[in-house]
Antibody, heavy 117, light 111 residues
Framework: EVQLVQSEAEVKKPGESLRISCKTS????????ISWVRQMPGKGLEWMGR????????NYSPSFQGHVTISADKSFSTAYLQWSSLKASDTAMYYC??????????WGQGTLVTVSS | QSVLTQPPSVSGAPGQRVTISCTGS?????????VQWYQQLPGTAPKLLIY???NRPSGVPDRFSGSKSATSASLAITGLQAEDEADYYC???????????FGTGTKVTVL
């Protein structure tokens, strides 16, 4: 059974760093891209970017390029989304998803990130 | 600001048919890129509903169907049920952004 299990909710202060995770199981991790999607409170879905775990090739949405870093560790079948300096505007639910030939067929449960002083 | 535009809301009585439009441009749907549809029930993660324009994953009822033409796509729900009350999003690839984009989202209300 394909599963994507995300790390628990986080509460951080502005300026702090953060890395959230997406642990996969039930399929060959290196064979599928992993996407990250943001959903701000009460808002729609926004595609942030994706990573090919086989070689760590990444694509970012222009809206998120330079603001976050997507990485993956094949040893742990886990993908990561990282911030070096959080802002209040980063408060949102973040989802990872397995991407199969252009569509996201399995999704994680989401990680709620709250940034507040 | 999304490059795929959807109506904010649609509604219908149980058993009725509703459609949701997804309007794009020559850099996404009009360029021939496939369209996906996702359903997001309240408080849950999105779920793939339609892939590659008109294909349903295993387990998705055949009440849901997708279509695509020119620079737009549509999702139709026939025999509307209370459990269909959710937010629906279209998605495609955009060559000018070199990445994927979601539609603005549509809330379906069952009257």
């Amino acid at each position: 059974e394909v599963q994507l299990v995300q790390s628990e909710a986080e509460v951080k202060k502005p300026g702090e760093s953060l890395r959230i995770s997406c642990k996969t199981s039930g399929y060959r991790f290196s064979s599928y891209w992993i996407s990250w999607v943001r959903q701000m409170p009460g808002k729609g879905l926004e595609w942030m970017g994706r990573i090919d775990p086989s070689d760590s090739d990444t694509n970012y949405s222009p809206s998120f390029q330079g603001h976050v870093t997507i990485s993956a560790d094949k040893s742990f079948s886990t993908a990561y989304l990282q911030w070096s300096s959080l802002k209040a505007s980063d408060t949102a639910m973040y989802y990872c998803a397995r991407q199969y030939t252009g569509y996201d067929d399995y999704w994680g449960q989401g990680t709620l990130v709250t940034v507040s002083s | 600001q999304s490059v795929l535009t959807q109506p904010p809301s649609v509604s219908g009585a149980p058993g009725q048919r509703v459609t949701i439009s997804c309007t794009g441009s020559s850099s996404n749907i009009g360029a021939g890129y496939d369209v996906q549809w996702y359903q997001q029930l309240p408080g849950t993660a999105p779920k793939l509903l339609i892939y590659v324009n008109n294909n349903r994953p295993s387990g998705v009822p055949d009440r849901f169907s997708g279509s695509k033409s020119a620079t737009s796509a549509s999702l139709a729900i026939t025999g509307l049920q209370a459990e269909d009350e959710a937010d629906y999003y279209c998605q495609s690839y955009d060559s000018s952004l070199s990445g994927y984009v979601f539609g603005t989202g549509t809330k379906v209300t069952v009257l």
